[in-house]
């Protein structure tokens, strides 16, 4: 039995977390053998970072002003040529530098053909990850660890049928599919078709029309904003707060460290911005469930973790800055004012990955010099 001792949970108020077997037991009065002293600590459950291809962490801001079409004309091609052990190696930073962050679960759109270098990697990490693969590779899959499979699927910009495919193969296979979408008409077509449902999951849709944004609220699939890249590179407009308008619950990423920074804090501030700035009515902490538990929901691990509810896993953040605040205003004051140097321990599964301001098992600055070659050899 760990006892979380005496911080200010979010949500609750001082209270202690105990945690059994990897799992939330209770919020509450506890003693227990071992104890994590979290007075004047703020405790929340871990971020959950529904879209990022973590394999672009050596790139860390390297397309500062590159707009999309120039990434996938000019940048993504030359990735390709990455060894399995670049990928391993990059991967392992990618995870690491987001459990830094207090990222304890990450949805990793990943390098296709490298499935196994990348499971390898993330269960090295200690991360909780739901790993994308292509769907060649989806039924040779094997879950590993914490690192469970989904079908990332090129559509919904490939014809209808290449997507009714790979959403046919991973529905055989019981996994979830993950799709970008960057263009108006590709979710008609998949309503059309009867296709969507909870288990597939879509990320940016700043071109959806509001009724296909209706569609996929209603047919209870997960829609992940990522709001500082799609600022960046031109995607338009985040649809973060029309997607809520037509009873969607959305999800945030960080997508790309090409050009955001590798924390939810950035993503959940960047999407507040966005929508105060349309004139939007948004509270500021709500933003806090869009990174935890509808993120959770929203790639299918609503039951697993992204809340302190008892029975989930222990995936838990301790907070230093915040002490001040109260019940009322801790959870808008860490989205409005929260950062990576906030993030004082953070727990996955019940195990600590870091504690005190430390990662507990990496070396972030080592990791990041192992693969500093990477960045020139892509872009030569
Ligand atoms: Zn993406």
């Known amino acids: 039995m760990l006892v979380i001792k005496g911080g200010h949970v979010v949500g609750v108020g001082v209270a202690d977390v105990l945690i059994s077997d990897g799992a939330i037991a209770g919020v509450g009065s506890f003693s227990g053998d071992s104890v994590i002293d979290a007075s004047g600590l703020v405790v929340l459950p871990g971020f959950v970072d529904t879209h990022r291809h973590l394999v672009q962490a050596p790139m860390r ?5 590159l707009t999309l079409g120039a990434f996938l004309a000019d940048v993504l091609p030359r990735m390709a040529s990455l060894s399995p052990d670049d990928v391993r190696a990059a991967v392992l930073l990618g995870a690491v530098e987001a459990l830094n962050a207090g990222v304890t679960t990450v949805v990793d759109w990943g390098h296709f053909g490298a499935a196994s270098v990348e499971v390898e990697a993330l269960v090295e990490s200690g991360i909780r990850a739901v790993l994308g693969v292509g769907v060649d590779e989806a039924g040779g899959f094997s879950p590993a660890g914490l690192v469970t499979g989904a079908v990332a699927s090129f559509g919904p910009s490939l014809p209808l049928e290449d997507n009714a495919r790979d959403i046919e193969v991973a529905r055989g296979l019981g996994l979830p599919t993950t799709m970008h979408v960057t263009s108006a008409g590709p979710v008609a077509r998949l309503y059309d078709a009867g296709l969507l449902g909870p288990d597939l999951h879509f990320v940016h849709g700043n071109v959806c029309a509001d009724d296909e944004l209706k569609m996929l609220a209603d047919a209870g699939c997960g829609l992940t904003v990522t709001p ?41 501030r960047a999407a507040l911005w966005l929508e105060r700035l349309r004139g939007a009515e948004l509270e500021a902490g709500s933003l806090l469930r869009a990174a935890s538990a509808d993120g959770a929901r929203a790639i299918g691990l609503g039951a697993v973790t992204g809340s302190l509810e008892v029975g989930r896993r222990a995936d838990v953040v301790l907070l230093s800055g915040f002490g001040h605040l109260s019940s009322e205003m801790v959870a808008g004051g860490i989205v ?8 004082h321990t953070v727990l996955v599964d019940g195990r600590v990955v870091k504690r005190g301001g430390e990662l507990v098992d990496h070396d972030l600055a080592g990791l990041r010099a192992a693969v500093a070659g990477v960045a020139r050899q892509v872009l030569g």
Do not use: C, K, W
Not at 61 to 65: R, S
Not at 229 to 248: D, I, N
């Open 336 to 343: 409005a004012t929260g950062g990576v140097g906030d993030v």
């Open 228 to 268: 500082a890249v799609e600022s960046m590179m031109g995607h338009g407009p985040a649809v973060y707060g029309r997607f809520l308008a037509a009873g969607g619950a959305p999800a945030l990423g960080v997508d790309v460290v090409i050009n955001s920074s590798a924390d939810m804090f950035e993503q959940m």
């Open 61 to 65: 801001g390297t397309g500062a002003d």
